[in-house]
């Protein structure tokens, strides 16, 4: 179940002008919300869209997030938002993140979420969902926090 890919997927974002603290930084709380931008593209891509998996009777619900700030983002900054899934377990998967400027890492996120059906009980990940996050999912721990 290890079919590692050549690259995480990844996502572009632009810093926009809102974004920003009063330091003229953006903001801590975007970070989360491009964080999770880059899953939900990742989900998307892997024909997991939340509308679909809702209509399937299932949903992911993020049980913790771990954020590491490293580098500021300024207006304007072209970013790119890297996912990799780090981890599938019986009920749950482990996602590692990082927001990019070019080369330089500006944040780290691992995130957990479970696997409920819409009634919000932890169930089992689905054969079906587990093969299409195989492809995003790397054997060596990737892009954690």
């Known amino acids: 179940m290890q079919n590692a890919p050549t690259a995480p997927h990844r996502h572009p974002v632009k810093v926009r002008f809102y974004e920003l603290d009063p330091y003229g930084h953006l903001n801590h709380s975007v970070y989360v919300q491009l964080f999770e931008t880059g899953r939900i593209e990742l989900l998307d891509e892997a024909g997991l869209g939340l509308h679909d998996l809702e ?12 954020t590491k700030f490293l580098a500021s983002a300024v207006a304007g900054d072209n970013l790119v938002i890297e996912t990799e899934v780090l981890e599938l377990r019986r ?11 070019g080369d330089v890492v500006l944040a780290t996120q691992e995130v957990v979420a479970a696997v409920t059906g819409t009634s919000g009980k932890p169930t089992r990940f ?16 990737g892009a954690g926090a």
Do not use: C, H, K
């Not at 209509?55 to 771990?66: N, P």
């Not at 009920?91 to 400027?101: D, E």
């Open 126 to 141: 689905p054969a079906d969902m587990a093969a299409r996050l195989t492809p995003y999912l790397v054997a060596d721990g």
């Open 91 to 101: 009920a749950s998967s482990r996602w590692g993140q990082r927001l990019l400027r």
């Open 55 to 66: 209509s399937e009777g299932f949903r992911f619900v993020v049980t913790r997030i771990i």
